[in-house]
DNA sequence: GTATGGATGGACT
DNA sequence: GTCCATCCATACT
């Protein structure tokens, strides 16, 4: 599909972060993304709340979760499987509630996305939060920063986009909760739905 | 103090 | 489809 925008964007601002986290998860496709100007526009996440067993906010406050009980807003980056990182946006209107950033459509930064993640192949550059982490060089060093300012830039959508959602993927709690998004169709998913 | 396992991705059968 | 690299907070002894 065409990612060519002209009209020009507004950032997001504190209220859209203050929405719910699901309605977040569902409004940040077609949002553009970017660190230090890499990036490209969001087409895959997941939410992820207080009170459900798959978040990691799920047994409360801890010295690595913190940024999720910060206000919304912030980043909330994690180590997964000791290998990856993965970032999250705190949203909500309740403390302890972030969107998963699985997958982006590349369109900003493209040399610098290939040689980060050392592929020419552009559906994989950020398919898969580990890989968006690589590509846009996502670490802890970004933990708990406010997206409103560099080295981050949300700017928001052009258009509406048509949605698909379903179960969210990797999870041994909370499996059958359908609160993974994406933009219906786009080849730059991480996995279809 | 020690063991465990996860919101993954890439290599391989 | 299966396997596993590699970190570290948390759970458990």
């Not at 504190?14 to 998860?25: H, I, L, M, S």
């Not at 807003?73 to 403390?95: D, F, K, T």
Request: charged letters at 20%; aromatic letters at 8%.
């Amino acid at each position: 599909m065409s990612s060519v925008l002209s009209a020009p964007r507004a950032v997001l601002g504190a209220d859209f972060f203050r929405q719910a986290v699901t309605e977040a998860a569902r409004a940040l496709i077609g949002v553009r993304l970017t660190v230090d100007g890499v990036g490209g526009l969001i087409v895959e996440t997941e939410a992820y709340e207080r009170t459900d067993p798959a978040s990691h906010a799920y047994r409360g406050p801890t010295l690595s979760n913190a940024a999720m009980f910060g206000p919304p807003g912030h980043a909330y980056v994690y180590r997964s499987y000791g290998i990856h990182w993965c970032l999250n946006l705190v949203c909500g209107p309740e403390a302890g509630a972030a969107v998963l950033i699985r997958a982006l459509e590349p369109t900003d930064g493209l040399e610098v996305m290939r040689a980060r993640r050392g592929t020419e192949n552009l559906r994989k550059l950020c398919a898969g939060p580990g890989s968006v982490c690589q590509a846009l060089g996502i670490t802890r060093a970004l933990n708990g920063l406010p997206l409103d300012q560099p080295p981050f830039e949300l700017l928001a959508r052009a258009r509406e986009y048509p949605i698909a959602n379903g179960v969210r993927i990797g999870l041994t709690k909370g499996v059958e909760t359908p609160w993974r998004f994406g933009l219906r169709g786009s080849p730059f998913l991480s996995r279809p739905f």
